[in-house]
């Protein structure tokens, strides 16, 4: 049982550049989320989907975007990199809003 | 405001003994539902429970229990007899409406707890 997978695991980008991280799930769950963990401040929610083709803003969405072209997938770019975004960053998925998320093993990101 | 309070920052004890992870939270829903997930040095998150505001039944699973009371906003955590591979980082998390018109997860700082040998 794969659950949620993210691709990369790990990326060292330069400042200015732009990168797409990968989600997809295997358990059909129609809401998907994309968090960032930084020490001390606990998981901070990015952006959410409630379906496909549907994305909204989280706690902290600046410099960020997402795409849910495909209920299985949701993708988080970052278009212009900067050294704040340096991060762990979670996908997570759950079949309703009152149901427990289910994560992936996280993509740890480091902006120079 | 914060919406999910973990004083405890780091908490260590001795194998064997009990310790218990404070979580206070803020709403003005009437609904919401709290939950508490582990992350171990490997880094993944792991659910442990979820609670919802209608249910103050305590909750005992093997050496884990949970105590949720309304009357002070406080979803605590302990562990009996504690082990070494206890130790990781633990979350509580609060899923409410207040935040827009979907329901969103808001997780604490974190606690965490390191378990001697």
Same mark, same amino acid.
């Given at each position: 049982n794969a659950g949620v997978t993210q691709t990369p695991k790990f990326r060292v980008l330069k400042t200015g550049q732009s990168m797409t991280l990968l989600c997809a799930q295997d358990m059909n769950h129609?809401?998907?989320?994309?968090?960032?963990?930084?020490?001390?401040?606990?998981?901070?929610?990015?952006?959410?989907?409630?379906?496909e083709g549907t994305t909204a803003k989280g706690e902290v969405p600046d410099g960020y975007n997402v795409s849910r072209l495909k209920k299985q997938n949701f993708l988080l770019g970052l278009e212009s990199a900067a050294p704040s975004q340096?991060?762990?960053?979670?996908?997570?998925?759950?079949?309703?809003?009152?149901?427990p998320q289910h994560f992936g093993?996280?993509?740890?990101?480091?902006?120079? | 405001a914060q919406k999910v309070t973990q004083a405890q920052t780091e908490i260590s004890v001795v194998e064997k003994e009990d310790v218990t *992870?404070?979580?206070?939270? %803020?709403? @003005?829903?009437?609904?919401?539902?709290?939950?508490?997930?582990?992350?171990?040095?490997?880094g %993944? *998150?792991?659910?442990?429970? @979820?609670?919802?505001?209608?249910? %103050?039944?305590? %909750?005992? &699973?093997g050496r884990y229990s949970w105590n949720f009371q309304k009357s002070t906003s406080s979803?605590?955590?302990?562990?009996t007899a504690s082990q070494v591979?206890? &130790? #990781?980082?633990?979350?509580? #998390? *609060? &899923?409410?409406?207040?935040?827009? &018109? #979907?329901?969103?997860l808001t997780f604490g700082s974190g606690t965490q707890l390191t378990v001697l040998p």
């Amino acid at each position: 049982n794969a659950g949620v997978t993210q691709t990369p695991k790990f990326r060292v980008l330069k400042t200015g550049q732009s990168m797409t991280l990968l989600c997809a799930q295997d358990m059909n769950h129609e809401y998907m989320y994309w968090y960032r963990q930084d020490p001390g401040m606990g998981l901070r929610l990015i952006h959410y989907s409630v379906g496909e083709g549907t994305t909204a803003k989280g706690e902290v969405p600046d410099g960020y975007n997402v795409s849910r072209l495909k209920k299985q997938n949701f993708l988080l770019g970052l278009e212009s990199a900067a050294p704040s975004q340096t991060s762990v960053y979670f996908c997570a998925s759950s079949p309703s809003t009152v149901r427990p998320q289910h994560f992936g093993d996280g993509t740890r990101l480091s902006i120079l | 405001a914060q919406k999910v309070t973990q004083a405890q920052t780091e908490i260590s004890v001795v194998e064997k003994e009990d310790v218990t *992870l404070d979580c206070v939270y %803020e709403t @003005r829903d009437t609904t919401y539902y709290l939950f508490w997930y582990k992350q171990p040095p490997s880094g %993944e *998150l792991v659910f442990l429970i @979820r609670r919802n505001s209608f249910d %103050e039944q305590n %909750e005992i &699973s093997g050496r884990y229990s949970w105590n949720f009371q309304k009357s002070t906003s406080s979803f605590n955590f302990t562990i009996t007899a504690s082990q070494v591979v206890d &130790s #990781a980082v633990y979350f509580c #998390a *609060l &899923s409410d409406l207040s935040s827009g &018109s #979907a329901r969103q997860l808001t997780f604490g700082s974190g606690t965490q707890l390191t378990v001697l040998p």
